[in-house]
C-alpha cells in the first residue's frame, strides 16, 4: 500500500513540478525552493524504494520516477543557485 501510494503521489509531483518549473526558469526563489521540497521527495521515494514491501508492476517506474526528480532537483539547484544568466552579465 505504501508502495502503491508513495510512486502516484511522487508521479503526480514530477509532472506538477516538471510543468512549474518552466514556467518559472527566471525566479531563483522558487527554483531553490521547490528544489529543496524535491529532495526531501527524493529520499522519501528512495526510502519507499528500498524499505518497503514492493509492488511488481511499479518497481522499474518507482525507480525512473526517482532518477527523474534528481534530474529535475539538479536543474532546478543550477537554476537557483546559478549566478550565470543574462540579468546578472548585462554591462550598463
Do not use: C, E
Not at 502503491?4 to 509531483?13: G, S
Not at 518559472?24 to 529532495?39: E, L, M, P, S
Request: no cysteine; net charge positive.
Amino acid at each position: 500500500m505504501l508502495y502503491t501510494w508513495t510512486f502516484w503521489i511522487l508521479a503526480v509531483w514530477f509532472v506538477v513540478n516538471v510543468i512549474w518549473m518552466w514556467f518559472v526558469r527566471d525566479q531563483k526563489d522558487y527554483q531553490k525552493t521547490f528544489a529543496w521540497i524535491n529532495v526531501v521527495a527524493l529520499i522519501w521515494g528512495w526510502w519507499v524504494y528500498f524499505g518497503a514491501a514492493p509492488v511488481a508492476a511499479l518497481t522499474g517506474w518507482l525507480m525512473a520516477v526517482n532518477i527523474a526528480n534528481i534530474v529535475v532537483a539538479i536543474l532546478q539547484f543550477y537554476y537557483g543557485y546559478s549566478t550565470n544568466n543574462a540579468n546578472h552579465n548585462q554591462t550598463a
